[in-house]
């Protein structure tokens, strides 16, 4: 169980680098306004491809590329992320603004950290504090948060004050009174919210819809509508034992996982990773709770655009929905596709694949040292 906790942290990261579509895609949950998030930011091979653009690596700045491989933002940034809502953060020096997908700056780089714009509005972060901006770089919130959830969700995110959580609108007014000890992010108009040792749902307004009785709880999901939850102990035996469950809004038990299978991360393309606790391998189970993809693998991540990325023998490959390989476990690294692209790290390099498995960009031997990339059109044996 421990290194399913491990996996859900990992995956939480590197949901940082998904769309504000929180609706069951993979890894879309967000870790809050940590150093862990920020240094999960700062690998190339994290960055998704996105809105036509990918972050390129050459003579030590960075740029972008389009789906054809072709550099159409010269590197010249010292740091730079993928594109959402038109907009994408760079870093000039030790300070971070926002350019266009013509890579004209929009925001002057100013703050000392800056996270993705999510429904129109974006949390920067100066002196510890966080706040947060609009479109044109005008504070709505001037810093004051020391802690707050990575973006907002069905126009609400959570903020840490006194010690306790609670939710702020778009305009940065109070919308439900911090008194909860941990917050998650809404979906689908509720929020996992941790009070009194146990866990429960509100709603907008801030009144529980589904009792404080759990000892975990995540986020609900567009398809199917379910939320994995923990339940304690004493109510899992009388429930055959089992300790996650999936509950659906009215508060149902509507799926169990296989025995011995704990789930994480989310459902997409009708499966969700999980691992098998009796054999420490792991698979994917469907919305019936059976094993759709049987644990035979080191590690799993979710998938995307039909294709789910598996760790077997110390590389990534792709599998997919019925667990056969696209493309065969050869990388470091890889990331989600996104817009038929997916980023990887292959024999030290980063770089950018389609899905036949042909890098359509690939980081020079150098480390991105060289004055200039071409585009890879190898396979990556």
Same mark, same amino acid.
């Given at each position: 169980?421990?290194?399913?906790?491990?996996?859900?942290?990992?995956?939480?990261?590197?949901?940082?680098?998904?769309?504000?579509?929180?609706?069951?895609?993979?890894?879309?949950?967000?870790?809050?306004?940590?150093?862990?998030?920020?240094?999960?930011?700062?690998?190339?091979?994290?960055?998704?491809?996105?809105?036509?653009?990918?972050?390129?690596?050459?003579?030590?700045?960075?740029?972008?590329?389009?789906?054809?491989?072709?550099?159409?933002?010269?590197?010249?940034?010292?740091?730079?992320?993928?594109?959402?809502?038109?907009?994408?953060?760079?870093?000039?020096?030790?300070?971070?603004?926002?350019?266009?997908?013509?890579?004209?700056?929009?925001?002057?780089?100013?703050?000392?950290?800056?996270?993705? +714009?999510?429904? /129109?509005? &974006?949390? *920067?972060?100066?002196?510890?504090?966080? @706040?947060? #901006? $609009? %479109? !044109? =770089?005008?504070?709505?919130?001037?810093?004051?948060?020391?802690?707050?959830?990575?973006? +907002?969700?069905? /126009?609400? &995110?959570? *903020?840490?004050?006194?010690?306790?959580? @609670?939710? #702020? $609108? %778009? !305009? =940065?007014?109070?919308?439900?009174?911090?008194?909860?000890?941990?917050?998650?992010?809404?979906?689908?108009?509720?929020? &996992?919210?941790?009070?009194?040792?146990?866990?429960?749902?509100?709603?907008? %307004?801030?009144?529980?819809?589904?009792?404080?009785?759990?000892?975990?709880?995540?986020?609900?999901?567009?398809?199917?509508?379910? &939320?994995?939850?923990?339940?304690?102990?004493?109510?899992?035996?009388?429930?055959?034992?089992?300790?996650?469950?999936?509950?659906?809004?009215?508060?149902?038990?509507?799926?169990?996982?296989?025995?011995?299978?704990?789930?994480?991360?989310?459902?997409?393309?009708?499966?969700?990773?999980?691992?098998?606790?009796?054999?420490?391998?792991?698979?994917?189970?469907?919305?019936?709770?059976?094993?759709?993809?049987?644990?035979?693998?080191?590690?799993?991540?979710?998938?995307?655009?039909?294709?789910?990325?598996?760790?077997?023998?110390?590389?990534?490959?792709?599998?997919?929905?019925?667990?056969?390989?696209?493309?065969?476990?050869?990388?470091?690294?890889?990331?989600?596709?996104?817009?038929?692209?997916?980023?990887?790290?292959?024999?030290?390099?980063?770089?950018?694949?389609?899905?036949?498995?042909?890098?359509?960009?690939?980081?020079?031997?150098?480390?991105?040292?060289?004055?200039?990339?071409?585009?890879?059109?190898?396979?990556?044996?």
């Amino acid at each position: 169980m421990k290194r399913a906790g491990v996996v859900l942290i990992v995956i939480a990261i590197a949901g940082l680098c998904n769309s504000c579509d929180s609706g069951g895609k993979s890894g879309s949950s967000r870790k809050r306004g940590t150093s862990e998030v920020e240094d999960a930011r700062d690998d190339l091979y994290l960055s998704i491809f996105s809105e036509d653009r990918g972050v390129v690596v050459v003579g030590g700045k960075r740029g972008y590329i389009d789906k054809s491989g072709r550099i159409v933002i010269r590197p010249r940034f010292d740091k730079a992320w993928h594109f959402q809502e038109g907009v994408a953060e760079v870093a000039i020096g030790k300070k971070l603004g926002y350019i266009d997908r013509t890579g004209k700056v929009v925001i002057h780089p100013r703050f000392d950290w800056a996270l993705p +714009f999510c429904e /129109g509005v &974006a949390w *920067v972060k100066n002196n510890g504090l966080w @706040g947060f #901006i $609009d %479109k !044109k =770089g005008s504070w709505i919130v001037r810093p004051k948060y020391k802690d707050m959830s990575a973006r +907002f969700a069905d /126009g609400l &995110a959570g *903020v840490r004050v006194d010690g306790k959580w @609670g939710y #702020i $609108d %778009k !305009k =940065g007014a109070i919308a439900i009174t911090p008194t909860y000890d941990k917050a998650r992010m809404f979906t689908q108009g509720l929020a &996992a919210v941790r009070k009194g040792g146990h866990w429960g749902y509100i709603d907008s %307004k801030g009144d529980t819809r589904i009792p404080f009785r759990f000892t975990e709880a995540w986020w609900f999901q567009k398809d199917p509508p379910y &939320a994995l939850v923990k339940v304690p102990v004493e109510q899992g035996s009388l429930l055959g034992g089992d300790v996650y469950v999936f509950i659906d809004r009215s508060d149902r038990i509507v799926m169990r996982p296989p025995p011995g299978g704990i789930p994480y991360d989310g459902f997409s393309d009708g499966v969700m990773p999980a691992t098998d606790v009796k054999t420490n391998k792991y698979g994917f189970i469907n919305a019936k709770g059976k094993w759709a993809i049987p644990p035979r693998f080191d590690l799993v991540r979710g998938f995307s655009e039909g294709l789910g990325r598996v760790h077997i023998a110390g590389k990534w490959g792709y599998i997919d929905t019925k667990g056969n390989f696209v493309i065969e476990p050869r990388f470091e690294e890889a990331q989600s596709f996104n817009e038929g692209i997916a980023p990887v790290l292959h024999r030290g390099r980063a770089g950018y694949i389609d899905r036949s498995g042909k890098f359509i960009w690939k980081e020079p031997e150098s480390g991105g040292k060289k004055e200039t990339a071409t585009k890879a059109t190898e396979k990556g044996d």
